[in-house]
C-alpha cells in the first residue's frame, strides 16, 4: 500500500522567508502526488498535483514542488512567505484501486507565518 | 468555491442517533469521494462512487453506507452513532473517470458531533 511522511507537523517562518514542506512517500508503482491546502473552517483546496509530465510542478499562490524518484520526495516550497499562506497543508498520493482510487494523505503540516 | 456542496455544515447528535450527510458534486463530475477527517486518524477515504456505482472502499464501518443517485448527488448514512465517529466528513468529485490522476475537488464539510 502506499503511504506519505510529511516531516514536521508544525513549521514556522518570518514573512519573506523561504517556506519548505517536506513530503516522502512510498509507492511500488510510479505516483501521482498531490499538495492540498486547508484554511480554518474550509474544505481543502487543490495547490499542485505531479502526474509525470515534469518533475517540478508549478502550483497556485506562488507554490511549487519538485518530484524527486530517488528520494521518494515530493517537497512543497514557495520563495517568500505571505501572511495568507498561514494554513495546513497535506501531501497526498493516488492509490489506484481496481475501477478506483483513493488519495492517502499525511499527517499535515501547520505552516505559521509570523510578522 | 470548489461547486462541490454539503449539507448540512454542522450536525450535533446523540450516541446510539443515525443521520444523512448529503452532497452534490461539481457539475459533470462523476465521481464522488468521502473522507473522514479525525484528530486522532487524520483524514481517512471511506468510497467512491463512480456515476451510480461502488467503485472503491476505504476504511468505511459498517455501521456507515452511502449511495449515489442518479442526479449524481450523494449521501452518507452513518448509524449507531458513537463518540468516536465525531469528526468532519468531507465529500469530493472528480470529472474524469475516477482514475489515479484525477484531481478531486473538495466540499466546505460536515462537522458532525456526537454527544
Known amino acids: 500500500a502506499q503511504s506519505v511522511t510529511q516531516l514536521g507537523s508544525h513549521v514556522s517562518v518570518s514573512e519573506g522567508a523561504l517556506v519548505l514542506l517536506r513530503c516522502n512517500y512510498s509507492?511500488?508503482?510510479?505516483?501521482?502526488l498531490f499538495w492540498y491546502v486547508q484554511y480554518p473552517n474550509q474544505g481543502l483546496q487543490l495547490l499542485l498535483k505531479?502526474?509525470?509530465?515534469?518533475?517540478l510542478v508549478k502550483g497556485i499562490n506562488g507554490f511549487e514542488a519538485e518530484f524527486k524518484k530517488s528520494e521518494t520526495s515530493f517537497h512543497l516550497t514557495k520563495p517568500s512567505a505571505h501572511m495568507s499562506d498561514a494554513a495546513e497543508y497535506f501531501c497526498?498520493?493516488?492509490?489506484?484501486?481496481?475501477?478506483?482510487?483513493?488519495?492517502?494523505f499525511g499527517a499535515g503540516t501547520i505552516l505559521r507565518v509570523k510578522s | 468555491d470548489s461547486g462541490v456542496t454539503q449539507t448540512p455544515k454542522h450536525l450535533i447528535t446523540a450516541t446510539g442517533q443515525r443521520v444523512t450527510l448529503r452532497c452534490s458534486p461539481r457539475?459533470?463530475?462523476?465521481?464522488v469521494y468521502w473522507y473522514q477527517q479525525s484528530l486522532d486518524q487524520g483524514l481517512q477515504f471511506l468510497i467512491q462512487y463512480y456515476n451510480g456505482e461502488e467503485r472503491a472502499k476505504g476504511n468505511i464501518l459498517e455501521r456507515f453506507s452511502a449511495q449515489q443517485f442518479p442526479d449524481l448527488h450523494s449521501e452518507l448514512n452513518l448509524s449507531s452513532l458513537e463518540l468516536g465517529d465525531s469528526a468532519l466528513y468531507f465529500c469530493?468529485?472528480?470529472?474524469?473517470?475516477?482514475?489515479?490522476?484525477?484531481?478531486?475537488?473538495f466540499g466546505p464539510g460536515t462537522r458532525l458531533t456526537v454527544l
Open positions: 509507492s511500488s508503482v510510479p505516483p501521482y
Open positions: 505531479y502526474t509525470s509530465a515534469a518533475t
Open positions: 469530493a468529485s472528480s470529472n474524469l473517470a475516477g482514475g489515479p490522476s484525477d484531481t478531486q475537488y
Open positions: 457539475s459533470g463530475d462523476l465521481s
Open positions: 497526498a498520493v493516488s492509490e489506484d484501486r481496481e475501477y478506483g482510487n483513493k488519495l492517502v
